[in-house]
């Protein structure tokens, strides 16, 4: 006999107990036509117009704990592959969801946790059409792990990615950075301070939607795992450039800022879940920025920065008074587990 309100081995043994846990407890959260078959594939109607591209990521969530302040496992699993998508210029159409399940786990844990998930997938305009469930003894997958893949599409007009980097293209943040990875480092440490540490979580469509209108718009990314940082370097490492960084013009939270100076962090390598960088052409700057200010998600943007032609160190940091040092690229785990 199972377990009614915990998910045991026999939930994933593919037997009757699996059958009820997906068919009562799953897949009504992710209802669709597609996911109605109950195939073992997800069959898609999709005809692209001329020059459309089709753009496909896939990506693991292993976040602890599984709940943060600003969202959860389940936001992040939908965010997360749903971002990886919209910084490319795709327009989100289908997930998987595929689950690997703790022996333990409360039965309403996870469908509170997949019902975020499925809200999430869901104001995007997309459709989880596919998944795969399985259970793990104690001990082996710490609570959930969550995998998700997704399916867009790219419109013909839009061609974004490093390879249209040059020098002089100006360098936007979408808002304030770090916010992600000090909610998630001061929870798990259970820091008691004052100010909202809170993640950024968030689907970047419905800004990106806006963005893509403009003209102007060269390549961008979702400052995840490693921060601004991170993408700074690939930015200048795939354009063969250097970065000029101005550090005034960073948006960070006063309570993100007061746990880095806590911590000796710096707010740029703090992973971000609802954060983009955009290059964009230098005399589209300013449109894209009021662009991104008339919606909520990008109501903090900034103008950070430049690429320059090829200089001693990949990013430079112009600082107070014009003292200028260089922003070595992240090295090494600097907070494990965050996504």
């Known amino acids: 006999m199972t377990d009614a309100k915990r998910l045991t081995l026999a939930h994933g043994s593919g037997g009757e107990p699996m059958q009820q846990l997906l068919h009562q407890h799953i897949q009504p959260l992710f209802d669709n036509a597609i996911l109605a078959r109950q195939e073992d594939q997800a069959r898609l109607n999709m005809t692209l117009a001329p020059g459309e591209r089709l ?23 939908a965010n997360g592959t749903l971002n990886d998508l919209v910084v490319g210029g795709a327009r989100p159409h289908y997930l998987s969801c595929a689950l690997i399940i703790e022996e333990g786990l409360p039965l309403e844990t996870l469908q509170a946790l ?60 979408s808002g304030p950075v770090g916010d992600h990875g000090a909610a998630i480092l001061a929870c798990r440490r259970e820091l008691a301070l004052g100010g909202d540490l809170i993640s950024d979580c968030a689907s970047l469509w419905p800004l990106v939607k806006g963005m893509l209108e403009e003209p102007g718009l060269l390549a961008m990314r979702d400052a995840t795992r490693g921060g601004v940082n991170a993408v700074l370097h690939e930015f200048a490492a795939a ?57 909520p998600l990008g109501s903090g943007a900034q103008l950070i920065g430049r690429l320059v032609p090829q200089r001693n160190s990949a990013v430079i940091v112009r600082g107070l008074y014009g003292v200028e040092r260089s922003l070595p690229a992240v090295s090494g785990e600097l907070l494990p587990r965050i996504c």
């Open 55 to 77: 753009a496909f990521t896939t990506d693991s969530f292993v976040v602890t704990p599984l709940c943060f302040p600003g969202g959860n496992i389940g936001t992040l699993a």
């Open 114 to 173: 997949l019902a975020d998930l499925a809200r999430e997938v869901r104001a995007a305009g997309a459709l989880v059409v596919t998944g795969d469930t399985k259970v793990v003894p104690r001990g082996a997958a710490d609570g959930l792990f969550i995998n998700t893949s997704g399916i867009g599409v790219i419109p013909a007009a839009v061609d974004l990615g490093t390879h249209r980097l040059k020098a002089g293209c100006r360098l936007l943040v």
């Open 239 to 295: 354009a063969g450039l250097s970065v000029e960084l101005e550090e005034a013009a960073i948006p960070v939270r006063p309570a993100v800022r007061g746990l880095c100076e806590l911590l000796g962090l710096d707010p740029l390598q703090l992973a971000c879940e609802g954060r983009l960088l955009a290059a964009v052409e230098a005399d589209a700057a300013e449109r894209m920025l009021e662009r991104m200010h008339a919606h």
